[in-house]
């Protein structure tokens, strides 16, 4: 039995544990929003069936009926193995909850946060369950894009991150285990680096808005759909030390010309802002529209990276 809160993030990963066969329970507070919940995963699972994307091997009927709700948080835990915090990137509040739950769970039940960037020093220090306390943190949305990172916080017990581990791995996730937390994970770390990068080219003139997402779209992000930079500057030499030895001057000199880490504000927000409204007017039925898109893009390149594994 898998527990969850019922937001977006929430409603995805449930999507995701009934793919894999297991059983889920959506907890919130309000009744409204489980009912809305439900109508939402209904919906987007007969358009992936229709599509043909659905995920696993039950039909949408079975994987639903694997889904129920609770408004009540001791009835929702009860008989739970695995519970998915995915409550607003808020601290206090998710403290709050763990503290909640750390009353009522048992010694065998891991209780997982899918935060982004909360430390889990900062949501779990004191919790008389801390080592089976642990961050699985998705990528937006977990449906389509696979990747969990497990963060351990220093008290979790090593058996904590091998269940999780196992279980993303069960469920058809593709989880990768950091050894010791840090801000940003390692996904945003890399994000934010290109992000930032990204923002000093467009306010340095460089390149415009729509260029510098080109740049990414039908250039690095072509590769790096399949293999990572690592692999990436092993695969563009004869191995990682011929790379280093060829490029290693030019990388660091390049490097040493970034900038300072920039406001994201000003001028350089007002251009991007222009930019991208352009391209996307920022309202909630173009923005939903293209969110669709992009998750049927995303299906079809999960697909094919499935095909190019088999082969």
């Known amino acids: 039995v898998y527990f969850l809160f019922s937001g977006l993030i929430g409603c995805s990963w449930a999507m995701v544990f009934a793919a894999g066969g297991l059983k889920v329970k959506l907890y919130d507070i309000a009744q409204q929003q489980l009912t809305s919940a439900l109508e939402n995963i209904r919906k987007q699972m ?38 998915q915090e995915c409550t607003p990137e808020n601290l206090e509040l998710k403290k709050k909850i763990f503290r909640q739950l750390d009353l009522i769970v048992g010694d065998n039940v891991i209780l997982s946060s899918s935060t982004s960037c909360l430390l889990p020093s900062k949501l779990f220090t004191g919790l008389k369950h801390v080592k089976q306390c642990i961050v699985s943190h998705p990528v937006n949305p977990p449906y389509f894009v696979p990747l969990v990172e497990i963060v351990p916080h220093p008290e979790t017990d090593p058996s904590t991150t091998e269940r999780t581990y196992a279980l993303m791995k069960k469920i058809g996730q593709s989880p990768v285990k950091l050894n010791r937390e840090i801000e940003g994970f390692v996904l945003n770390r890399l994000q934010y680096a290109v992000i930032s990068e990204a923002w000093r080219l467009v306010g340095e003139g460089v390149a415009s808005p729509t260029d510098l997402d080109l740049v990414m779209s039908d250039g690095l992000g072509m590769r790096y759909a399949f293999i990572g930079p690592l692999e990436t500057m092993h695969l563009n030499a004869e191995g990682i030390s011929n ?6 001057e030019g990388m660091r000199c390049v490097l040493n010309t970034f900038g300072p880490v920039p406001e994201f504000s000003g001028e350089i927000e007002q251009k991007v802002n222009q930019a991208m409204s352009e391209k996307i007017p920022a309202v909630p039925k173009v923005l939903d529209t293209r969110r669709k898109w992009r998750d049927e893009c995303l299906t079809g390149l999960a697909k094919l990276k499935k095909e190019r594994k088999s082969d």
């Open 243 to 248: 790379y280093c030895e060829r490029y290693r």
């Open 46 to 83: 007969k358009e992936l069936e229709e599509s043909g994307f659905l995920k696993g091997t039950l039909s949408v009927e079975q994987q639903l009926a694997l889904i129920s709700v609770s408004t009540d948080l001791k009835a929702a835990v009860e008989g739970a193995t695995f519970i």
